[in-house]
């Protein structure tokens, strides 16, 4: 598939107009409705924030607090928001996440790439990091992804074992002949394409909104788009744990809709681009 335009870099001064916005001085109230607001991070409110955590979650109310409080003993030594997108939940995810110290924005049930989106639309940070609230990620690793956007990379990836066993068999061969075909008819070699762990800066994820998923396949989007950019994922190996509940994953619906995500992405890879996304925004603060 042949992409229409380049998407103009945007490799300005680190932080840009982004990170100089200082942190609103809206009540937490304003931002979740008229639900009792609860605690929240002082590293988000003593400060403008270097990193903002974007976790999506849809009826995740047994894990989505611990991995919030993990979240930030992960970061306790950086200036950080922690900030939980309640996609329609029915059980209560958003009081949890609240409870826990995380800012909640609520959606009503528009998908996991709509959810991140969304997140990211409401960051303070310069660095976005994505992590799932179902339990499975290793929190602790997020400081690794934050060093390696410092050190020059432009997306970071927390890539799971082939074989973790927290998988169905069909799910993993399935993501092991979609790695297959990248690198066969993309020359991109991607050890985890579509991770729910990591991390790129807030204004690269706005500036490729347009050509975003709404659902599932938004990682696999970004793993893709930036690497046709001339901007090749880094990856940093993670232990992936068994999930909490029961997954999202619909097996036709969203291997349909990864596969045409994958040749599409192989499609900018191989022409060195992907196509023109909306100019990127300022980060709301």
């Given at each position: ?93 958003g009081e949890r996440a609240r409870a826990a110290g995380a800012r909640v924005i609520r959606r009503e049930g528009l998908g996991y790439g709509a959810a991140i989106k969304a997140g990211a639309a409401e960051a303070r940070g310069a660095f976005l990091a994505i992590l799932d609230a179902d ?147 300022e980060v709301a603060g």
């Amino acid at each position: 598939m042949r992409a229409r335009d380049e998407i103009t870099s945007s490799r300005g001064a680190e932080g840009g107009a982004d990170a100089k916005k200082s942190v609103s001085a809206r009540s937490a109230a304003e931002e979740i409705g008229p639900a009792s607001a609860g605690p929240i991070s002082s590293h988000a409110l003593s400060r403008s924030p270097d990193i903002t955590v974007v976790i999506p979650a849809r009826d995740e109310a047994e894990s989505v607090g611990g991995v919030v409080e993990a979240v930030a003993r992960a970061l306790a030594g950086e200036a950080h928001e922690i900030l939980v997108v309640d996609d329609g939940s029915v059980d209560g995810t958003g009081e949890r996440a609240r409870a826990a110290g995380a800012r909640v924005i609520r959606r009503e049930g528009l998908g996991y790439g709509a959810a991140i989106k969304a997140g990211a639309a409401e960051a303070r940070g310069a660095f976005l990091a994505i992590l799932d609230a179902d339990g499975t990620y290793p929190e602790a690793d997020l400081p690794k992804l934050v060093r390696a956007l410092r050190g020059g990379a432009r997306q970071a990836i927390g890539a799971r074992p082939a074989s973790s066993g927290s998988e169905s068999l069909a799910r993993s061969a399935i993501k092991t002949a979609f790695r297959g075909a990248v690198l066969w008819f993309g020359g991109l070699a991607v050890p985890d394409l579509n991770s729910g762990m990591r991390a790129l800066r807030t204004r690269d994820l706005l500036a490729l909104s347009s050509i975003l998923p709404d659902r599932f396949s938004l990682t696999t989007t970004l793993t893709l788009a930036l690497a046709a950019e001339g901007d090749p994922p880094v990856f940093i190996p993670i232990d992936y744990r068994p999930r909490a509940g029961r997954s999202k994953w619909r097996t036709v619906r969203d291997t349909w809709l990864m596969g045409r995500t994958v040749l599409r992405g192989i499609g900018w890879l191989r022409h060195g681009h992907a196509p023109k996304a909306l100019p990127a925004v300022e980060v709301a603060g």
